[in-house]
């Protein structure tokens, strides 16, 4: 039996299982398909990279929704202050953001990144990068396609043929065969593949017979469909202090404040991200999506209309609303947007917009601009330690499981707690049959 364990994927998810058996003594390859490790990862820490958040326990596992309670002993076992530690063993500080947000100290992952992957060589771990994962052959072996932009293309081919034919035995150049005491996979969701996570995995563990619910955008913008007007005059225009809401298939409403921005076919940004699950159910199941938003959510439906029906002498109505009721800009372009002539000058039909404002979505925006992915191997068709009931010896961790999560630290908390639990989950698999082995001699 080969000793040596594969993790596939050198995102945060492979990169903490790498770790977590390099320092239990276990010695631990690491391919990717990419250049280099960790794209996204560093993509994260450009923007300002939220790692965890402050919140208690029980609000930060709840936000995982449907899958927390698949996913609370993943996070119990690794929660926010055991990641900061983490973090801070590293050499890197965390601080607390207003939004009760935690932040690496320079807001970056580099310097983190760089720190981590000097700690993984030193614990022996080998890196193989330009190694992209294709499927098994027929002795079980993992088989890569090697190398650059041509191989890549190769790569593609057979992986959309992987699934219905058997692997070829015959290795090209550019090909590497690899035996493995375990494999972890940790190949990301569908969102911005061109940093290495394209979600081409699907029809490989499908064919296994493993569930993977259908990968879907998470933390997305949508498709609304402005007039050209409005498109051309406000796309890129943020949208500040607004109230929206949404009810989801299961009649629940979602409502949240804060800022999103107007883009040239609809809306995306921070507010609508965390209303996003709900969105994106609502359009599969009824077609579109109705988004209320509050334009005024410091004032009540009784101010606003005694505002806008205070006498406004010669002023034109955008400075009566202006001044009134601080609605400019692209706020009012969105009233223009949904409100005809005669809507804009009855007080009522205006005060009951700017205070519930209707938005159509009608799609999400696709997977590939998504900021993460919902959807995955499903829980189910695993065991308790993260391996495929299908393919012992293989595991799975990170965005590639079927759970999703608004943006905020819980992605990347989620990744680095089920990388670090399927690392201890492939020791104990490892001991496990060793020690049947040792107990058949
Ligand atoms: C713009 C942006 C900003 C973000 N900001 C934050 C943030 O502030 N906070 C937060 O919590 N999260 C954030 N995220 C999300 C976070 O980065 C991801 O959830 C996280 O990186 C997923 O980790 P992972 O290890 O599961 O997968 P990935 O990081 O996607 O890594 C998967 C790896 O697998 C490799 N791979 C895929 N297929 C193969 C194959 N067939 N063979 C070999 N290798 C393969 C890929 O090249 C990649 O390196 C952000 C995401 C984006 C896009």
């Not at 977590?20 to 490790?37: C, E």
């Not at 919902?374 to 391996?387: I, K, L, P």
Request: glycine residues 12%; proline residues 6%.
């Amino acid at each position: 039996m080969p000793d040596r364990v594969a993790v596939i994927g050198a995102g945060p998810a492979g990169l903490m299982a790498a770790e977590t058996l390099a320092l239990a003594g276990y010695p631990v390859d690491v391919y990717d398909a990419m250049p280099s490790v960790a794209r996204k990862f560093l993509l994260a820490g450009k923007g300002g990279m939220n790692i965890t958040h402050s919140e208690p326990l029980p609000a930060f596992i709840g936000r995982y929704g449907p899958r927390a309670q698949q996913l609370d002993p993943v996070i119990r076992d690794f929660d926010p202050d055991a990641l900061r530690a983490w973090v801070d063993g590293l050499g890197v500080g965390t601080f607390v953001g207003t939004s009760g947000r935690v932040f690496p100290t320079d807001m970056k992952a580099a310097p983190l990144l760089r720190a981590w992957l000097q700690r993984l060589r030193e614990a022996g771990v080998r890196f193989h990068m330009r190694h992209r994962w294709v499927g098994w052959d027929e002795d079980g072996a993992l088989r890569f396609v090697t190398g650059g932009p041509v191989a890549a293309g190769r790569a593609a081919a057979q992986l959309s043929s992987a699934a219905s034919a058997p692997a070829s035995s015959g290795l090209a150049d550019d090909s590497a065969s690899v035996q493995a005491a375990a494999t972890v996979l940790a190949l990301g969701g569908a969102s911005w593949p061109r940093l290495g996570s394209d979600g081409a995995w699907v029809p490989l563990l499908s064919a296994l017979g493993t569930t993977v619910a259908p990968l879907k955008p998470a933390n997305c913008g949508f498709d609304i469909g402005w007039t050209p007007f409005f498109s051309d005059k406000f796309a890129g225009a943020p949208l500040r202090a607004i109230t929206a809401q949404v009810t989801d298939p299961q009649g629940v409403t979602h409502a949240r404040t804060g800022e999103c921005i107007v883009t040239a076919t609809g809306i995306e940004g921070g507010l609508i991200y965390a209303l996003s699950a709900a969105l994106r159910d609502a359009i599969a199941t009824a077609g579109s999506a109705t988004l209320t938003i509050d334009l005024a959510p410091g004032l009540s439906f009784e101010r606003v209309l005694e505002e806008i029906q205070w006498p406004r002498g010669s002023r034109s109505m955008a400075n009566h609303l202006r001044s009134r009721v601080r609605i400019e800009g692209v706020k009012a372009g969105l009233l223009r947007e949904v409100l005809d002539a005669n809507g804009f000058s009855d007080p009522q039909r205006l005060a009951r917009t700017i205070k519930a404002l209707p938005l159509t979505l009608l799609a999400p925006r696709p997977i590939a601009e998504a900021i993460s992915t919902a959807g995955g191997v499903t829980f189910e068709s695993m065991d308790r330690r993260g391996m495929l009931k299908a393919r012992p010896g293989v595991f799975c961790a990170g965005e590639m499981l079927d759970w999703e999560a608004p943006t905020g630290g819980y992605l990347l908390t989620a990744c680095l707690a089920s990388g670090r639990a399927v690392g201890k989950g492939v020791a104990a698999w490892l001991d496990s049959q060793a020690g049947r082995s040792d107990g058949g001699t």
